[in-house]
């Protein structure tokens, strides 16, 4: 039987980073603020679960700045495992949690590409999942996800759910990760709740997206209809660099746990400052709800025959980056994004407005 706990979902300050040696800050500051959670959340229930949202560990400067893929790859990419996931283990051993994270970190048999993962580390701070992002936020990110080089990343890993959204078993439930705009679609969240996932991390997601609720109606949903929690941490300031004067809110707050109802367990509005958000997970009361409902169960009634009918017709381009590094910004609007709105027009899926015709 799995006790209710608490789950704790950081809100750091973060600083962008020039080169990896740059990323310890980030996890020293980080470090303070573990301890100050999970002191003050354990005299509710005791902390068996911390994540770090997306971007703590090395900023968003890939992506804010344009850089050059390869560069990046080389200068600012982590390894999994390293010395990045060591001192965050020393954190799981100190504190007995699991800890959930992402960092843009390289492939070992693709040294010059970067790709953006979420990964889990056990309470002995040992690296227990790997999850390579499915869904960036294409117009700006600049990693590689598996379907850019999907002929490459099914021979591989295969054809599986586990090859794509993974999940694994431990003492306080199933869990999985579901990356941020991997969020804006609901097929991930299917995915990894088909695979078992009971708990799942979404971080972290910026403006306009917090400010116009699409965080939390995204967040909401997915745990609604999969029946999962989903643990939602969005960061705080970002300072560019170390040494940048002033930090930008650029992610505007909305940090959550939501439960396997949709209902929200734990909110956190957004100060400005380094904090957390908490909320109790009772993985007991999810797996009761799987079995004994009747109706808000609704995977159980899945039409999939019908439902394959949906995707049958590929929509974005496979294997964009098998033999390219990502595109630039610039790049990427004229190169892949005019051209996929202009094939949904031509598929008679949407239709131009006016202004257009």
Known sequence: MIEPYNAVGLIPTMWGIRERSDIMRNIDHQSHLVKAACWLTSLDLPVRLIAFP????????????????????RTCAIDIPGPETDALGAIARQYDVYIMAQAKA????????????????????????????????????????????LDWWIERYGRTLEAFWPVVDTEIGRLGIMMANEGSYPENARALA??????????????????????????????????????????????????????????????????????IAGKHIGTGASSWVCGPVNIEALRHHRVASKWTNWMKDLRNEMNQIIYEQPVYPANLYADRAPYTHAEYAAEVTEPQIAMMIERGIWRNPASRA
Request: a negative charge; one cysteine or more; aromatic letters at 12%.
């Open 54 to 73: 997306e971007g703590a560990l090395q900023g968003f400067n890939d992506e804010v700045l344009d850089r050059d893929h390869v560069e990046f790859a």
């Open 106 to 149: 390289r492939h070992p048999e693709l040294p010059d590409r970067f790709f953006n993962i979420g990964f889990i580390l056990d309470p002995q701070g040992e690296v227990i999942l790997q999850h390579y992002k499915t869904s960036p936020l294409f117009p700006v990110e600049h990693s590689v996800c598996p379907h850019d080089v």
């Open 194 to 263: 088909m695979n078992g996932a009971e708990l799942v991390y979404r971080a972290s997601y910026p403006h306009p997206g917090a400010s116009n609720d699409y965080f939390e109606i995204q967040s909401r949903a997915r745990a609604l209809d999969n029946n999962m929690y989903v643990l939602a941490p969005n960061v705080g300031t970002y300072y560019l660099f170390a040494e940048s004067e002033a930090p930008i809110d650029c992610f505007g707050g909305g940090s959550m746990l939501v439960d396997y109802r949709g209902q």
